[in-house]
């Protein structure tokens, strides 16, 4: 599976943002994560095409998770970005069923993009 990134930019605090991910084929779920410069890689949030999306503490009831009907295009729906969300965000996916507390791991991913800059500035 090919992962095919968009969306970054560079933005206010405060403003909104919203990420795609393209897969070149069908996976079981479809997750963000980044990585600011210096800090590890972390989780962002993940969605199950079964049912169920997971969130990372610092992004809830800031950045929503959304996917097309054919369940290949993840969309991530950032509002209210402050400076702490500048980052490469990264585009994973997997197609092995996984128990939740698993979601935020990024070795229960096998598939990875190049990642997109995001870039909020204060």
Not at 28 to 34: D, K, Q
Not at 61 to 80: E, H, I, P, V, W
Request: with cysteine.
């Amino acid at each position: 599976v090919q992962l095919q990134a968009s969306g970054g930019g560079k933005v206010q605090a405060g403003e909104s943002l919203t990420l795609s991910c393209v897969a070149s084929g069908r996976t079981f779920s479809m997750a963000w994560f980044r990585q600011a410069p210096g800090k590890p890689r972390e989780f962002v949030g993940t969605i199950m095409w079964s049912g169920g999306t997971y969130y990372a503490e610092s992004v809830k009831g800031r950045f929503t998770l959304s996917g097309d009907s054919a369940k290949t295009t993840l969309y991530l729906q950032m509002n209210n970005l402050k400076p702490e969300d500048t980052a490469r965000y990264y585009c994973a996916a997997d197609r092995t069923p996984r128990p939740p507390q698993y979601n935020d791991y990024a070795e229960s991913y096998d598939y990875w993009g190049k990642g997109t800059l995001v870039t909020v500035s204060s």
